[in-house]
């Protein structure tokens, strides 16, 4: 009988086993594919063209537009237009930033003035999550320059043996009278405060380099810790043990047809699945933004190949010059929640149906004829303070929303505290005075209603028919 019972007992055992590994492994092959990659960059000309744009890849060639190809983030400082953004993450993940050129073509500066007088500043944004970014900030790296005119397409890289960032950006120093642009580096550890600008990549004579990029290579492939590629008449490759050490030339990409004057802007992307890596690069003289130029060894200039046809899609907005970041997932899911491809919405009065709800000069009304329609165009975002409630981002303001303060609206940048979060979010219920429209009600004031009086955007009670009317809006593209 105890033979029997120990032979039950082996049965039922594995039978467990079998369903325990079943109920630990499933779980891991459904989470087994990898996160994917986040690209910041810009996407043309123009005050809304130049500012922060995020762009989504599963696989590092199929991108898709974030935010249903909006903008994600605005410079309201400088020049007021970015461009050339870097997207930099601190070594244990903590925080983030982006370090942008602060620059806005055709927005009241030309090319010539951005050259010889232009913003000795860079725009940085900083996030302790990748999805709430604080409000933008100049950091003077040009200034100390002797006649440094400009600063343009900065980046930065974690340097170990000194454990702070080298920052690192191109400053036009004549030369003979002659436009020059050299890149420049400072060590920084908050991107707030730099050390004294010195010179990092001078090339000979007249020569000039503007763009350049650093890839930190892994152990046993090539012969360096890190390569970087550089815009400078070619794409020129270059070698070295050390960020700040001695630079060895690799060579250029000449071999597959490709230049400085063809190409700039080089980005790299490390495959997370395999020891493969793209270099992409601005077609900026044929005006067709990013491509991908793949590679198995970096410092090789012989191993790198042009794409096939139809093997990468860059999405519906072009990429220019960027960066781009290997997510976490749960960086990935931060990102994605954040950015969903929301419908841009507009807010039309019940009793003045020629009217709709606009920002002006960060107070909001409702008015005829918004010039320019961005003014009036929101997305209905979920609620910043919980599901089943909805918040109001503007189009031309991302990070900024809707919200109440004093019983009175204006549109305020999301500071990414509780109060904000309650202030700026509302209840979508029938319309007040026609069930087929909508009325907005306070979150943190459920006594109240987002209404219009005497055109100006007010939280009141409704008591009244006109009130109610007041309170009631169609949301309408």
Known sequence: MSALRARLSAILLAVCLLFTGQALTTPERAAAADPGYLMTHFIGEGATGQQIYFSHSADGLNWSDLNGGGMALRSTVGTRGVRDPALVRSPDGSKYWIIATDLCIDCGQSWSDSINNGSRNLVVWESTDLVTWSQPWLLNVAGAIPDGRNAWAPEAIWNPATNDYVLYWATNKPLNGATKHRIYYARTSDFRSITTPQVYIERPGTQEIIDTQIVEMPSGVGNYRYVRASGDGQI?????????????????????????????????????????????????????????????????????????????????????????LNLTAAEESRVQARWPNTTVNRLQSYNFQDRYVRHANMDVRIDPNVSPAADSQFRLRTGLAGSGTVSFESVNFPGYFLRHSGYDFQLAYNDGTTQFAADATFRKVAGLADASWSSFQSYNHPDRYIRHYAYQLRLDPITTATGRGDATFRVTS
Not at 268 to 297: H, I
Not at 309 to 314: D, F, K, Q
């Open 236 to 324: 020129t490759l270059e070698g070295s043990n050390s960020i700040l050490g001695t630079w060895t030339n690799l060579g250029n990409l000449s071999g597959i047809g490709l230049t400085g004057s063809q190409v700039e802007g080089p980005m790299w992307l490390k495959f997370r699945d395999r020891n493969e890596w793209t270099l992409y690069l601005d077609q900026y003289a044929t005006s067709r933004g990013y491509m991908p130029v793949t590679t198995t060894n970096p410092s090789a200039s012989g191993t790198y190949k042009l794409p096939a046809s139809g093997s990468y899609n860059l999405g519906g907005t072009k990429k220019r010059h960027g960066s781009i």
